[in-house]
């Protein structure tokens, strides 16, 4: 009986050992690193090395030589006065900090430099997402508890923490990922929501605020969880008309919920303001990204063999069904439930990069979700729990948690690719323990490399045919286009993605022969490919001629291979040109360029 009544308990033990397991066997020792480095690039910067507006590229230098961080450095953008920008905002810093401090302090005394960098802020910034994973699963299973009993608690629990996403996230490759952190948030500010419209008052007030400014400190876009407080039990119109009537006569608790949420966002406003003469600054201004909400990737997103998450997470199909039984249960938890589960599916679908990268295995930007979809989850499980045909549900749950943990190992091995997946590949693979992947790589997407060069392997398998060129032949001079100050352009091919291949990637060849004159001085010109976004330029690869290879007097050769990128819509066009930087004479001939498709 005791057991029974302290069912969840452990359930969340049997989790939190699990991270705590799986984490320490494969050591963090490259945590700070991609999206990590930008999230926490905003501790060191100040606090080591005084550079918060990293005008200072030597020690950023020294620590992608000996770190390695990133290939190269994506997370910071351009500000004012030669200062840099970090992409990111600083919600995660903040987090970090504590632990921050914990490593800067440790580091000398065990030996190791205190750069921000080595071992010590490695594995205890590590666990420090580890211990807000486990307050994460904490204030869950107090928040399933309020409105649910101990065996449909544990019972949900163990779908969350076994049988999605979640457990890869946290154990392996995302442990100081957002969505880790985002995940205990959004069960704090759910049960403190809950225990505020129970009993209101300025304390939970003032944990609301605080909680919703540092989710979206996190990430702006995470604005949304506003919808929370605001719709809870307003199951109807009147009622929520008549929440904001509420608001009026409870000024003090809006202040108190204000107070807090303005004060955590201005931290980013003024990093903004500093390191740009801008209180408001967009840093994602690579055009080859953004945002499309009409319509979004919400297919894709769904159900793609590349990372959909129905597909690798198909338990919370069952949370979907369960919407219909929490609605019957209570209709003013459903409706602030689904208004933000189905804003947020809207906005983390519409970006341009919806699967959002390598290191995560299905839909991570759902992960947070997982605390509001609990609710319908559970009730799902309540009904079961009462059905006469339990077992096979539990059969079925229990099998999606093997499933779940499985394809979990399958990804972490490389069994289940980590960008480049397809409906063949999956099914190739599908329940496999041992696999020759050289033989099944041609059932993957292009493998794209994240170095400023593009190396074409596996020609064997593109056929080519001519694009643009080449022009007419000529021992000398005469008749090739002459490039100077005034004409600085050879122009080539200018074509939208959808005129250009039908597949989802083609390879360009691109070579121009250009006479440099024995008296040349200044740069050389340079061979151009990049695609645009409404006139903007993005993945702009050039080449030019090396000084070695140089013959002045004489012609010489520029050619590269340039893989397609991931366009934002058919419509975004492909330019190649030839581009006389200094106002020297230069003559071009034999403009080439030609488009490689895959034979399949």
Same mark, same amino acid.
């Given at each position: 009986m005791f057991l029974k009544r302290r069912l969840s308990v452990y359930v969340v033990l049997l989790l939190a050992v699990s991270l705590v397991v799986f984490r320490s066997i494969s050591l963090p020792t490259h945590a700070l690193s991609w999206d990590v480095f930008g999230y926490y690039l905003y501790l060191p910067a100040t606090f080591i090395y005084d550079d918060p507006g990293l005008e200072n590229p030597e020690w950023l230098d020294e620590v992608k030589e000996k770190y390695q961080p990133s290939a190269t450095f994506y997370q910071l953008v351009d500000g004012t006065d030669g200062k840099k920008v970090i992409k990111y905002t600083s919600g995660l810093a903040l987090l970090y900090s504590p632990f921050f401090l914990i490593a800067h302090w440790i580091a000398p005394a065990l030996g190791y430099p205190a750069d921000g960098?080595?071992?010590?802020?490695?594995?205890?910034?590590?666990?420090?997402?580890?211990?807000?994973?486990?307050?994460?699963?904490?204030?869950?299973?107090?928040?399933?508890?309020?409105?649910?009993?101990?065996?449909?608690?544990?019972?949900? +629990?163990?779908?969350?923490?076994?049988?999605?996403?979640?457990?890869?996230?946290?154990?392996?490759?995302?442990?100081?990922?957002?969505?880790?952190?985002?995940?205990?948030?959004?069960?704090?500010?759910?049960?403190?929501? +809950?225990?505020?419209?129970?009993?209101?008052?300025?304390?939970r007030a003032f944990q609301l605020g605080l909680t919703c400014g540092l989710i979206t400190l996190i990430r702006p876009s995470e604005i949304v969880c506003l919808l929370i407080p605001l719709f809870w039990n307003a199951g109807s119109w009147r009622q929520f008309i008549f929440r904001f009537k509420v608001m009026k006569t409870n000024i003090n608790h809006v202040l108190s919920f204000l107070v807090p949420a303005i004060i955590v966002g201005s931290i980013q406003f003024i990093y903004w303001k500093t390191t740009t003469g801008s209180w408001i600054f967009y840093s994602y201004n690579n055009p080859g990204e953004g945002f499309r909400f009409f319509p979004p990737y919400i297919f894709e997103f769904l159900f793609s063999y590349r990372k959909g998450w129905f597909v690798y997470t198909p338990v919370m199909l069952f949370?979907?069904?369960?919407?219909?039984?929490?609605?019957?249960?209570?209709?003013?938890?459903?409706?602030?439930?689904?208004?933000?589960?189905?804003?947020?599916?809207?906005?983390?679908?519409?970006?341009?990069?919806?699967?959002?990268?390598?290191?995560?295995?299905?839909?991570?930007?759902?992960?947070?979700?997982?605390?509001?979809?609990?609710?319908?989850?559970?009730?799902?499980?309540?009904?079961?729990?009462?059905?006469?045909?339990?077992?096979?549900?539990?059969?079925?749950?229990?099998?999606?948690?093997?499933?779940?943990?499985?394809?979990?190992?399958?990804?972490?091995?490389?069994?289940?690719?980590?960008?480049?997946?397809?409906?063949?590949?999956?099914?190739?693979?599908?329940?496999?323990?041992?696999?020759?992947?050289?033989?099944?790589?041609?059932?993957?997407?292009?493998?794209?490399?994240?170095?400023?060069?593009?190396?074409?392997?596996?020609?064997?398998?593109?056929?080519?045919r001519p694009l643009f060129g080449p022009s007419p032949m000529s021992v000398d001079t005469t008749g090739a286009l002459k490039l100077d100050g005034q004409n600085p352009y050879a122009p080539g091919p200018d074509i939208a993605y959808r005129d250009l291949t039908s597949f989802d990637h083609a390879w360009i060849?691109?070579?121009?022969?250009?006479?440099?004159?024995?008296?040349?001085?200044?740069?050389?010109?340079?061979?151009?490919?990049?695609?645009?976004?409404?006139?903007?330029?993005?993945?702009?690869?050039?080449?030019?001629?090396?000084?070695?290879?140089?013959?002045?007097?004489?012609?010489?050769? +520029?050619?590269?291979?340039?893989?397609?990128?991931?366009?934002?819509?058919?419509?975004?066009?492909?330019?190649?040109?030839?581009?006389?930087?200094?106002?020297?004479?230069?003559?071009?001939?034999?403009?080439?360029?030609?488009?490689?498709?895959?034979?399949k």
């Open positions: 960098f080595s071992l010590p802020y490695q594995l205890i910034l590590s666990l420090g997402g580890i211990l807000w994973a486990i307050f994460g699963l904490i204030i869950l299973r107090k928040l399933l508890l309020r409105l649910f009993d101990d065996r449909t608690t544990a019972i949900t +629990i163990m779908l969350v923490g076994f049988g999605t996403n979640y457990f890869q996230l946290t154990a392996f490759d995302g442990t100081l990922l957002s969505q880790n952190f985002l995940f205990s948030l959004y069960a704090f500010l759910l049960y403190t929501t +809950i225990r505020w419209h129970e009993r209101p008052s300025l304390k949370a979907l069904v369960g919407f219909y039984h929490l609605y019957k249960r209570s209709k003013a938890w459903n409706l602030a439930i689904l208004a933000y589960v189905l804003l947020d599916l809207w906005i983390v679908s519409s970006w341009s990069c919806w699967w959002y990268a390598g290191g995560s295995f299905s839909a991570r930007a759902m992960v947070p979700t997982y605390v509001l979809l609990a609710l319908p989850l559970a009730s799902l499980v309540e009904v079961v729990l009462l059905h006469r045909l339990r077992w096979i549900a539990a059969f079925l749950g229990f099998a999606m948690i093997v499933l779940n943990l499985f394809q979990t190992w399958q990804f972490e091995t490389g069994i289940i690719d980590k960008e480049r997946m397809t409906k063949d590949y999956y099914w190739a693979v599908f329940g496999k323990t041992n696999i020759d992947k050289d033989k099944l790589d041609e059932l993957l997407l292009v493998e794209r490399s994240t170095e400023s060069r593009d190396e074409f392997i596996n020609q064997q398998r593109y056929k080519s060849f691109a070579s121009v022969e250009v006479f440099i004159p024995e008296s040349y001085h200044g740069e050389f010109p340079m061979l151009v490919a990049a695609f645009h976004h409404k006139g903007e330029a993005y993945k702009y690869r050039t080449e030019t001629i090396l000084p070695d290879s140089l013959k002045p007097g004489d012609w010489n050769t +520029i050619s590269f291979y340039y893989l397609t990128p991931e366009v934002r819509t058919p419509h975004d066009n492909l330019k190649v040109y030839v581009w006389q930087r200094e106002h020297s004479t230069i003559y071009v001939r034999n403009f080439n360029v030609e488009v490689w498709e895959t034979k």
